[in-house]
């Protein structure tokens, strides 16, 4: 292939960071502010005030919905929860092979079944009304399997969906069986708004890359859901509930803090590959736990303290805050979410912002394909017989 300005190699940083791949409409994460958006709207003001349905609404249609096309939508999309019976059948054994790997896992596989079922094509040969349509089954559906491979992992049966309830409410029903507080909806709610999307985080930069393939849309969200499986990206908030367990006490916070940073160890629900200050969605979060109160919020606000003020003594001029999943974490036990459902919940929130950049990436024709700089033996080398 001959070389032109499109495809010379360009020496890119490691992870791609700060490397621009292309144009977006659906939102933005300003670091340096503190800040980040869904289209034109503050991620962490919406979450505030209003519902989920309004933002996955603003996600795939880039507008908020009006009181007729929110309750439209709301109606459609509930009506979307019950699983084919192929999948149904299927899930038993899905939830008895993940009794180690757990939900998350067996989404990967639930949802390849869901998108085969359906009848899922690939997005190259669809238009943009059935590429939505596709997007629309899928997001309603997670919920319905990843609280059903909950429950039969625990020996439980699924508990089917209610279309009378909101998304958030649903989620919370499916998993424990009792219809759930206000305030504990309102909470995950508000958690679930702040995290459905957040720039090109690592498993929304694969999804884009197979929907620039022209793949179908469950193949995209499998290898997003494989992406976010990973305890460097969503599977930290269980994590940060280990480190507060094995602190105990206030009075071992420092010596337990200055260990790990002298050994060089990460602690967990700290830090962030963009943000430079505070992470607004950990503030949101620690507002919702402080409305709760109560000593495991009362010690995670301590720990968070004196991390900061550790930090400043022994490694001055550096920042560190705590992330998104430091508070989540608390949020999410304080609702009585099990730790095991803390990062498909997450999953549950970022299915939706996935699915509303696989519908964007699909508008492009052009493949995502970087190049490697190759660093091994320098070739061509003979090729040695093989050995008597």
Not at 315 to 331: C, D, I, M, S, W
């Amino acid at each position: 292939m001959p070389i032109t300005e499109e495809n010379t190699p360009i020496n890119a940083p490691r992870g791609l960071a700060g490397v621009v791949v292309t144009e977006t409409e659906l939102g933005d994460v300003r670091g340096r502010e503190g800040f980040y958006h869904y289209r034109q709207y503050s991620a962490v003001e919406l979450a505030a005030v209003r519902t989920f349905e309004d933002a996955w609404y603003l996600m795939l249609y880039g507008e908020l919905p009006d009181a007729g096309q929110l309750a439209a939508f709301t109606a459609e999309t509930a009506a979307l929860r019950a699983l084919p019976g192929a999948v149904c059948d299927a899930l038993p054994a899905i939830a008895q092979a993940g009794l180690v790997s757990g939900p998350l896992a067996g989404l990967r596989t639930a949802l390849s079944l869901l998108g085969a079922t359906a009848g899922f094509r690939p997005l190259y040969d669809i238009d943009a009304d059935h590429r939505r349509a596709d997007a629309l089954a899928a997001c309603a559906a997670v919920p319905t399997l990843l609280t059903a491979l909950h429950r039969l992992g625990r020996g439980q049966q699924p508990v089917e969906p209610r279309a009378d309830l909101t998304y958030a409410a649903n989620y919370l029903y499916m998993l424990t069986g009792q219809e759930p507080e206000p305030r504990r909806v309102r909470a995950i709610e508000a958690y679930l708004i702040s995290t459905i999307d957040h720039g090109f985080n690592a498993s929304t930069f694969t999804a884009r890359v197979i929907s620039s393939t022209g793949a179908d849309l469950a193949a995209c969200l499998v290898g997003a859901v494989g992406a976010l499986s990973g305890p460097l990206h969503g599977g930290a908030p269980s994590r940060v509930l280990d480190t507060l367990d094995a602190i105990g006490t206030p009075e071992r916070i420092d010596s337990w803090i200055r260990d790990r940073f002298q050994r060089g160890d990460r602690i967990m629900g700290f830090g962030h590959a963009v943000y430079r200050t505070e992470d607004p969605r950990s503030r949101m979060l620690r507002c919702i736990a402080e409305e709760f109160g109560g000593p495991r919020v009362e010690f995670a606000v301590q720990v968070e303290a004196r991390v900061e003020a550790l930090l400043a003594e022994l490694k001055p001029g550096r920042e560190l805050h705590t992330n998104v999943e430091f508070y989540a974490g608390v949020v999410m036990e304080l609702c009585g979410l099990p730790r095991e459902m803390f990062t498909p919940t997450f999953c549950a929130a970022r299915i939706v912002g996935w699915s509303a950049n696989i519908l964007e990436q699909a508008e492009d024709s052009k493949i995502i394909r970087p190049a490697a700089r190759y660093v091994g033996p320098p070739p061509p080398q003979p090729v040695p017989d093989i050995a008597p």
